[in-house]
């Protein structure tokens, strides 16, 4: 698989705005079947933040259903999050995955075998 690489993380206010990217290696292509981001706050598990199929289908978390849009830019080698009105609890280590076509639930990790290695976002 590619190497998946996050950026865009940092300390931002509550009711701020972020964007993360996750770009492939070698500017190579990241689009697979599956694409999502996940995150994981100190002590708690990872979560599904959204997810997007190659065939079109969003899948976004209840916790950030409309404050979140999760999109891949037309190259296909970069996928991007974006968020406002962040809030505290929004405080995690954001990760990008990318998966396999197969049957399954987009917003489950299960589904996903390419991961990046994380940038944290901290929401005071």
């Known amino acids: 698989h590619v190497q998946l690489v996050e950026s865009g993380g940092g300390s931002v206010q509550a009711g701020g705005s972020l964007k993360l990217s996750c770009a492939a290696s070698?500017?190579?292509?990241?689009?697979?079947?599956?694409m999502a981001w996940f995150r994981q706050a100190p002590e708690k598990q990872r979560e599904a933040v959204a997810s997007i199929r190659s065939d079109g289908p969003i899948t976004y978390a209840p916790s950030v259903k409309g404050r979140a849009t999760i999109y891949l830019n037309n190259a296909k080698t970069t996928l991007y999050l974006e968020m406002n009105n962040l809030k505290p609890d929004d405080t995690a280590q954001y990760y990008c995955a990318t998966g396999p076509d197969r049957e399954g639930i987009d917003l489950a990790e299960r589904e996903y075998d390419n991961w990046g290695q994380g940038t944290q976002v901290t929401v005071s």
């Open positions: 070698e500017h190579s292509t990241i689009a697979r079947y599956r």
